[in-house]
């Protein structure tokens, strides 16, 4: 009797195992920065670096990166102990629900929900996702779970040592929850108003409900109380809410109609063609929930829990779907398959309640035809919607260039030429994200952080001790002309035609001693000294682009500027400003695209500051600025003098002329 009971939902695990571990470490087709970061801290948890919260990623609760770092210990530093960890919760989480509908509805119902779970494109694109939220259905099931056996027990009036530990696992799941992603911070809120609904439907249920309730989150409260007071000492850790509370902010004052668009298109994200998640590293751009015939059932089910909403499990069911998509009905539908995963395992368990529905509406009116009806209509229903959502997401989504280009595809292969190609030069990367907490983390994730300096080639370049190196460059950041002198294109190698970064070059970067001549020597805080300052071109007309080549030699690193979150890297910026008459700057431009972040003791740092000239601007000569400052303070690097005094915060370059068009 086991196997003709068990053996459907053992198969239904055995084939989500399957989908979710194919060509693991190929699809998603390298990484996001999100997940990369996730990896970055699970390795320095390694190293030894515990956080109670990271601050990557705007902020990250611990869970997932401790359980990545103990995969990590056992199979390496590597995207595939980075992914695993979502495969396996998330097919618990499909295991765990099952099991709660089975007790909550019936066995039908769970073996319906446990397949679309296990076929669908979101569980299955969460599931190999390495981020947080992924962990979230497992969790938050848990807790309905062990909450379940507690209404159990109350309906029973049992009051012994099972009730109290599942009074224990509800509380201490929920408190998991709540270290996991930031939208568990409202999912809690499902059990209090679940009491609300028995105080009007089942007082005499709610008479012996409320104090195991209160007593689970009093539990979980208790647990998670160093995780907040961790963040009110040290608020740089968070900084999410500042991005998403701004429909928040409109409603209070006055203006509605922010959040209800936003309500509307993330309810709408669910059934409508269009309408669905816009953000492409994590779904076809504007791709449903579900597809036509699941939606259909989908509403049904809503529909019949509204209509049923006196029985606990309908009740259940629907605060569990609507707390669970809260924080998308704040925020909108873009990125809501990550803000709404507490509510997965809802989402999916309403349509199996709609089919069953219908199904017995059906056989109380033609029992003679409905079995054959049901049972072919529930396959083909299974099938089309299965393949479909399948085929987009390993074909239609996995090959698709724009998400090739959202993971960093030729990043990747970059890092894969590397390892293949190391001749012991110092290495170079360009790339449009060379910041410390982008680009360089995916490098450290896939290949052990490579011994490269980091620059967007386009306006930066950087001489490894002022030496020969290897400078990779993609087709995304063409080198500017300025540096074509010092490279020596060597390969180019191709990706895919259509993909958006299509290749990438191998220059060798030659430098003759004899020949570098330093026209400078201005001393900036012991931490650089400004060698060169010169107009690409001038004069320039009114509406060009005036272009400042400056070159920088590094001195001391640690000099250049406090270490600052979230990657407690330097964060410094170089300021170019054109002044007027009055001295006060009338065009300028700050930025570094050779950050400070892993600069050497020697490196020579090359940087092009381009700067629009105004339409309106009268011809002249017009004196010019430079220097650094500090990203986070504003503090500016000085300038120190012979004696080691601050003589000024501030560089004179040359002036920059301006002539009629």
Not at 347 to 375: N, T
Not at 505 to 513: F, K, Q
Not at 573 to 594: C, K, Y
Request: hydrophobic letters at 50%; proline letters at 8%; charged letters at 15%.
């Amino acid at each position: 009797m086991i196997w003709p009971r068990h053996g459907p939902i053992v198969l239904i695990l055995l084939l989500a195992f399957a989908l979710r571990l194919m060509a693991l470490a190929e699809l998603p087709p390298g990484l996001t920065h999100d997940e990369a970061n996730h990896g970055r801290e699970a390795i320095g948890i390694l190293d030894g670096v515990l956080l109670f919260y990271f601050p990557l990623n705007y902020g990250s609760e611990p869970l997932y990166s401790y359980t990545v770092a103990g995969g990590m210990a056992l199979l390496g530093e590597n995207i595939l102990a980075l992914r695993l960890v979502n495969v396996f919760f998330g097919a618990a989480a499909l295991a765990l629900t099952y099991a709660w509908v089975c007790r909550a509805f019936d066995r039908r119902t769970a073996l319906l929900m446990a397949g679309l779970m296990a076929v669908s494109f979101w569980p299955l694109a969460s599931s190999r996702q390495a981020l947080r939220a992924g962990m979230l259905p497992f969790f938050m099931s848990a807790a309905v779970w062990f909450y379940w056996r507690v209404v159990a027990a109350a309906r029973r009036q049992l009051a012994g040592t099972g009730a109290r530990w599942s009074v224990v696992g509800f509380g201490v799941c929920v408190a998991l929850t709540l270290h996991i992603y930031l939208a568990a911070r409202v999912a809690w809120l499902m059990f209090p108003l679940f009491l609300s609904v028995l105080l009007l439907a089942q007082r005499p249920l709610f008479q012996r409900l409320w104090r195991p309730t209160l007593a689970g989150l009093m539990l979980a409260g208790l647990l998670v109380t160093p995780m907040f007071r961790y963040l009110q000492r040290y608020p740089y850790a968070l900084t999410r809410l500042d991005m998403l509370d701004r429909p928040l902010q409109e409603l209070q004052a006055g203006n509605w109609q922010p959040l209800a668009q936003n309500a509307a298109e993330a309810l709408l994200a669910f059934v409508w063609p269009g309408q669905g998640d816009q953000f492409l590293a994590y779904n076809i751009p504007g791709r449903p929930v579900f597809e036509v015939v699941t939606a259909v059932f989908f509403i049904s089910g809503i529909v019949v829990c509204l209509w049923r909403w006196r029985r606990l499990n309908a009740a259940f069911l629907l605060l569990w779907f609507g707390v669970g998509i809260a924080p998308s009905l704040i925020t909108g539908a873009t990125a809501n398959t990550t803000r709404n995963l507490a509510a997965l395992p809802a989402v999916f368990a309403l349509p199996a309640v709609g089919f069953w529905f219908w199904a017995d509406w059906l056989a109380a009116r033609r029992p003679q035809v409905a079995r054959a009806v049901i049972v072919g209509g529930l396959v083909l229903w299974l099938l089309v919607a299965g393949t479909t959502a399948v085929a987009d997401y390993f074909l239609r989504w996995g090959q698709s260039p724009d998400v090739r280009g959202a993971y960093q595809q030729n990043l990747v292969s970059t890092l894969a030429y590397l390892a293949k190609n190391e001749d012991g030069r110092p290495v170079v990367l360009s790339t449009v994200y060379p910041g410390p907490a982008h680009d360089p983390s995916i490098a450290l994730v896939l290949s052990g952080a490579p011994d490269a300096r980091w620059v967007d080639a386009r306006y930066a370049l950087v001489l490894p001790h002022n030496q020969d190196a290897l400078v990779i460059i993609p087709a995304s950041t063409p080198p500017h002309p300025a540096f074509g002198p010092l490279l020596q294109p060597w390969q180019t190698v191709s990706l895919r035609p259509d993909d958006l970064d299509p290749s990438f070059t191998v220059y060798a970067l030659t430098i003759d001693d004899a020949e570098w001549e330093w026209d400078v020597a201005v001393n900036l805080n012991n931490a650089l000294t400004l060698r060169y300052a010169g107009w690409v071109q001038s004069p320039v007309r009114p509406g060009e682009t005036a272009e400042l080549l400056t070159i920088w030699q590094v001195q001391d690193p640690a000099r250049v500027g406090p270490l600052v979150p979230p990657a407690f890297t330097t964060d410094v910026v170089m300021f170019t400003q054109i002044l007027a008459n009055d001295g006060r700057p009338w065009a300028q431009r700050d930025s570094l695209e050779a950050p400070a972040w892993n600069w050497q003791p020697g490196d020579v740092i090359l940087q092009i500051h381009a700067i629009p000239i105004p339409v309106e601007a009268a011809p002249g000569l017009y004196p010019a600025i430079v220097g650094l400052y500090d990203r986070e303070s504003g503090t500016r690097l000085p300038v120190l003098g012979i004696d080691g005094e601050v003589v000024d915060d501030k560089v004179n370059g040359p002036p920059l002329a301006v002539v009629r068009p």
